[in-house]
């Protein structure tokens, strides 16, 4: 199993609109991967960083959709609110409480 950690540092403002976005949108993206296992929106309001943690059973299934053009128009759409580009880091999950 693993864990994708997306980390961004955004506008503070903007972070609701970005969790609305990712409410509404991050179902729809993830519907045919059976791989897919959950994910959780994070926020350190403060700061304006934003962090999404996503659980994945093979990290390649992430792998495919990052590279497809439908998480590409996603992301689009989110992109227009980061003040830096995204880290990505693909972490095997070596114990689950």
């Known amino acids: 199993m693993y864990a994708v950690v ?13 969790a609305s976005l990712f ?35 093979d990290a390649e299934s992430y792998e495919r959709l990052r590279d ?6 996603v992301m689009a759409q989110f992109a227009t609110a980061f003040l830096e580009p995204p880290v990505v880091t693909i972490n095997e999950i070596l114990v689950d409480m």
Do not use: C, M, Y
Not at 6 to 18: G, H
Not at 43 to 53: K, Q, S, W
Not at 68 to 73: D, G, L, M, V
């Open 23 to 57: 409410d509404s949108t991050n179902r729809d993206l993830v519907a045919g991967h059976d791989d897919w296992l959950g994910a959780w929106f994070t926020a350190d309001r403060g700061a304006g960083d934003v962090t999404v943690i996503a659980r994945w059973r």
């Open 6 to 18: 997306t980390r961004v540092k955004v506008n503070p403002q903007s972070i609701d609109e970005l």
């Open 68 to 73: 497809s053009a439908e998480f590409q128009t």
